[in-house]
């Protein structure tokens, strides 16, 4: 049945109100997924170039593990950074997209007590915040971007019950 009776308020508008809100949840996710269209390569004016990778962020908000599998179903991971040089260059494309004072998901994770890359590697670079406390149960890392620039840092947070933004790094 594509919608349900309302019994007690015999509502007649019910249905097509509950058909037209199933419509507009499916229209949002599509327009969500629109910047995967062309999955080839990065998508000029949305993406950047780093090295051999292109990266893009989703605004939408999600747990951490669920975003690696929307960046791991397109071919990617969840980007994460190998140097200082990466670290610089998300930051300036954060920056640059109006991504301010906000936290996004970043690819590293704790695994049996060893901070990870989405990729399965040991972290090599990490740029944890000074004040970070590591708390029992926080096993996935973010990057909180502060207003001033040189603030921005990692911090650990739960990998569930948190939904952050993201984003995803793919092998050009």
């Known amino acids: 049945m594509l919608c349900e009776v309302d019994n007690r308020n ?8 509950q058909l037209w809100k ?3 949840k499916l229209e949002n996710n599509i327009n969500k997924l629109q910047l995967w269209a062309n999955s080839s390569g990065c998508i ?3 993406d950047f170039i780093h090295g051999n990778y292109c990266y893009r962020i989703l605004r939408f908000e999600v747990d951490f593990w669920e975003a690696e599998l929307f960046c791991m179903i397109r071919g990617g991971h969840l980007a994460f950074n190998e140097d200082e040089n990466s670290w610089n260059a998300t930051l300036y494309y954060l920056w640059g997209v109006g991504f301010k004072m906000k936290e996004i998901w970043t690819g590293v994770y704790k695994d049996e007590g060893i901070w990870k890359y989405t990729d399965g590697r040991n972290a090599k670079y990490t740029n944890w915040a000074t004040g970070n406390v590591f708390d029992y149960g926080d096993d996935c890392a973010q990057i909180r971007l502060e207003f001033n620039y040189q603030r921005s840092a990692m911090y650990d947070r739960r990998c569930t019950r948190n939904p952050r933004a993201f984003l995803c790094k793919y092998r050009l």
């Open 44 to 46: 000029e004016g949305n």
């Open 10 to 17: 015999k509502n007649p508008g019910g249905c097509f109100l």
């Open 22 to 24: 199933r419509t507009a």
